[in-house]
T-cell receptor, first 109, second 113 residues
Framework: GQQVMQIPQYQHVQEGEDFTTYCNSSTTLSNIQWYKQRPGGHPVFLIQLVKSGEVKKQKRLTFQFGEAKKNSSLHITATQTTDVGTYFCAGPRGNQFYFGTGTSLTVIP | DADVTQTPRNRITKTGKRIMLECSQTKGHDRMYWYRQDPGLGLRLIYYSFDVKDINKGEISDGYSVSRQAQAKFSLSLESAIPNQTALYFC????????????FGEGSRLTVL
């Protein structure tokens, strides 16, 4: 069955450094979503990508959907301490979304 | 007030006890979900419901049951809790199927001793 793999599992960066997390699917995805979970919090929707090769930006966050619609990435430019948390991608299978294992980001001041 | 409310927020119980986690929402969404979160494993779908008469198993439904009492309420039960069901449980809602964002509750942390 479809699996959504996410790497790395953990990432520590100095404040101001860039950060990227990658999401890979064994099958073609119709779309992909990204969520952020702050420590002690619940996942919060960030964005959905639908088109092949799509790139979307939210301030310092850049989201990309691969040409083959099997992979996606989230890039954060010049991380800040407010970026701390776990970032999840989620891909659809049937009528629901299945989540990647997440990347936990620690930002060192 | 939160749009998706879960109770209890924290619960410690013993092996073999019956536990119910409740979820209520004010978003008016038809679709509701229960996820389980474990460190390193992400969020895994337990059950989902697309309306009051619809219940579907997710990827890890064994040992769990659900009830959709109304459009706004979706409860998760552990008939006989076991220690490996210790986890953080999230309820979520969505307006449409795989094209709609999920709105999560605050989570229910369950510890089974």
């Amino acid at each position: 069955g479809q699996q959504v793999m996410q790497i790395p599992q953990y990432q520590h960066v100095q404040e101001g450094e860039d950060f990227t997390t990658y999401c890979n699917s064994s099958t073609t995805l119709s779309n992909i979503q990204w969520y952020k979970q702050r420590p002690g919090g619940h996942p919060v929707f960030l964005i959905q990508l639908v088109k092949s090769g799509e790139v979307k930006k939210q301030k310092r966050l850049t989201f990309q959907f691969g040409e083959a619609k099997k992979n996606s990435s989230l890039h954060i430019t010049a991380t800040q301490t407010t970026d701390v948390g776990t970032y999840f991608c989620a891909g659809p299978r049937g009528n629901q979304f299945y989540f990647g294992t997440g990347t936990s980001l620690t930002v060192i001041p | 007030d939160a749009d998706v409310t879960q109770t209890p927020r924290n619960r410690i119980t013993k092996t073999g006890k019956r536990i119910m986690l409740e979820c209520s929402q004010t978003k008016g969404h038809d679709r509701m979900y229960w996820y389980r979160q474990d460190p390193g494993l992400g969020l895994r779908l337990i059950y989902y419901s697309f309306d009051v008469k619809d219940i579907n198993k997710g990827e890890i439904s064994d040992g769990y049951s659900v009830s959709r009492q109304a459009q706004a309420k979706f409860s998760l039960s552990l008939e006989s809790a076991i220690p490996n069901q210790t986890a953080l449980y999230f309820c979520a809602t969505s307006e449409v199927g795989n094209a709609g964002e999920l709105f999560f509750g605050e989570g229910s942390r369950l510890t089974v001793l």
